[in-house]
Protein backbone atom coordinates (compact mmCIF):
# COMPACT_ATOMS: atom_id res chain seq x y z
CA UNK A 1 0.00 0.00 0.00
CA UNK A 2 1.33 3.31 -1.10
CA UNK A 3 1.68 5.80 1.89
CA UNK A 4 -1.35 8.47 1.55
CA UNK A 5 1.19 11.86 1.16
CA UNK A 6 4.50 12.95 1.95
CA UNK A 7 6.72 10.38 2.22
CA UNK A 8 6.59 7.29 4.24
CA UNK A 9 7.80 7.33 7.73
CA UNK A 10 11.69 7.04 8.79
CA UNK A 11 11.75 4.65 11.62
CA UNK A 12 9.58 1.63 11.36
CA UNK A 13 9.73 0.42 15.09
CA UNK A 14 9.92 2.33 17.89
CA UNK A 15 13.18 0.06 18.91
CA UNK A 16 14.69 1.64 15.86
CA UNK A 17 13.75 5.32 16.91
CA UNK A 18 14.83 4.62 20.56
CA UNK A 19 18.20 3.74 19.11
CA UNK A 20 18.57 6.96 17.72
CA UNK A 21 17.53 8.69 21.03
CA UNK A 22 19.68 7.07 23.10
CA UNK A 23 22.96 8.15 20.04
CA UNK A 24 21.24 11.46 20.97
CA UNK A 25 21.70 11.64 24.32
CA UNK A 26 25.38 9.70 24.37
CA UNK A 27 26.84 12.08 22.46
CA UNK A 28 26.12 15.23 23.57
CA UNK A 29 29.05 16.18 25.03
CA UNK A 30 28.47 20.11 27.04
CA UNK A 31 25.23 20.66 25.02
CA UNK A 32 22.48 20.80 26.54
CA UNK A 33 19.35 17.96 25.00
CA UNK A 34 16.91 20.05 23.41
CA UNK A 35 13.49 19.16 21.34
CA UNK A 36 15.38 20.70 17.98
CA UNK A 37 18.55 19.24 18.67
CA UNK A 38 16.52 15.46 19.27
CA UNK A 39 14.41 16.64 16.47
CA UNK A 40 17.99 17.01 14.21
CA UNK A 41 19.35 13.64 15.84
CA UNK A 42 16.50 11.35 14.35
CA UNK A 43 17.00 12.74 10.97
CA UNK A 44 13.90 15.17 10.53
CA UNK A 45 14.40 18.43 9.37
CA UNK A 46 11.27 20.14 11.16
CA UNK A 47 9.27 19.42 14.55
CA UNK A 48 6.28 18.39 12.61
CA UNK A 49 8.03 14.64 11.70
CA UNK A 50 8.19 14.52 15.67
CA UNK A 51 5.03 15.52 15.94
CA UNK A 52 3.36 13.15 13.25
CA UNK A 53 4.80 10.22 14.74
CA UNK A 54 2.96 11.31 18.14
CA UNK A 55 -0.27 11.74 16.83
CA UNK A 56 -0.57 9.21 13.79
CA UNK A 57 2.06 6.32 15.19
CA UNK A 58 0.99 5.83 18.96
CA UNK A 59 3.49 2.81 18.99
CA UNK A 60 5.39 5.50 19.12
CA UNK A 61 4.07 7.43 21.61
CA UNK A 62 6.45 6.12 24.66
CA UNK A 63 8.87 6.33 22.95
CA UNK A 64 8.99 10.29 21.94
CA UNK A 65 7.63 11.13 25.19
CA UNK A 66 10.33 9.78 27.61
CA UNK A 67 13.01 11.23 25.19
CA UNK A 68 10.83 14.63 26.06
CA UNK A 69 10.62 13.81 29.54
CA UNK A 70 14.43 13.45 29.65
CA UNK A 71 14.98 17.06 28.05
CA UNK A 72 11.98 18.52 30.12
CA UNK A 73 13.96 16.65 33.62
CA UNK A 74 17.26 18.80 32.43
CA UNK A 75 15.28 21.91 32.08
CA UNK A 76 13.98 21.51 35.17
CA UNK A 77 17.40 20.88 37.21
CA UNK A 78 18.71 24.24 35.34
CA UNK A 79 15.64 25.70 37.15
CA UNK A 80 17.62 24.54 40.50
CA UNK A 81 21.01 25.98 39.14
CA UNK A 82 20.49 29.03 37.35
CA UNK A 83 19.38 32.46 38.31
CA UNK A 84 18.52 33.71 34.93
CA UNK A 85 15.93 31.25 33.92
CA UNK A 86 13.68 32.94 31.32
CA UNK A 87 14.71 31.29 28.68
CA UNK A 88 14.13 27.54 30.14
CA UNK A 89 10.59 28.83 31.50
CA UNK A 90 10.07 30.09 27.46
CA UNK A 91 11.11 26.62 26.84
CA UNK A 92 9.43 24.39 29.31
CA UNK A 93 5.80 26.71 28.16
CA UNK A 94 6.42 26.08 24.55
CA UNK A 95 7.97 22.51 24.53
CA UNK A 96 6.13 21.13 27.50
CA UNK A 97 2.95 22.66 28.25
CA UNK A 98 3.81 24.78 30.99
CA UNK A 99 1.76 28.10 31.75
CA UNK A 100 1.52 30.39 34.30
CA UNK A 101 -2.19 30.27 35.68
CA UNK A 102 -4.07 32.59 38.13
CA UNK A 103 -7.31 31.96 39.93
CA UNK A 104 -9.68 34.33 40.53
CA UNK A 105 -12.38 33.94 43.15
CA UNK A 106 -15.52 36.38 43.33
CA UNK A 107 -17.80 36.14 45.71
CA UNK A 108 -21.07 38.70 45.77
CA UNK A 109 -23.33 38.82 43.26
CA UNK A 110 -23.07 41.89 40.46
CA UNK A 111 -25.39 44.74 41.40
CA UNK A 112 -26.29 46.72 37.92
CA UNK A 113 -26.81 50.73 38.51
CA UNK A 114 -28.86 52.77 35.72
CA UNK A 115 -27.75 56.47 35.27
CA UNK A 116 -29.09 58.84 33.55
CA UNK A 117 -27.12 58.15 30.27
CA UNK A 118 -28.14 54.46 30.31
CA UNK A 119 -32.05 55.40 30.37
CA UNK A 120 -31.77 57.42 27.28
CA UNK A 121 -30.71 54.26 25.26
Not at 76 to 91: C, D, K, M, P
Request: aromatic share 10%; charged share 25%; glycine share 8%.
Amino acid sequence: MAHAGGRPPFYKTPKQMQEAIDAYFDNLGDRPPTVTGLVLALGFDHRSSLDYYLAEKPEFSGTIKAAKSRIEEFLEQTLYRQASVTGIIFNLKNNFGWKDEQKVEHSGGVRVVATDHDEKL
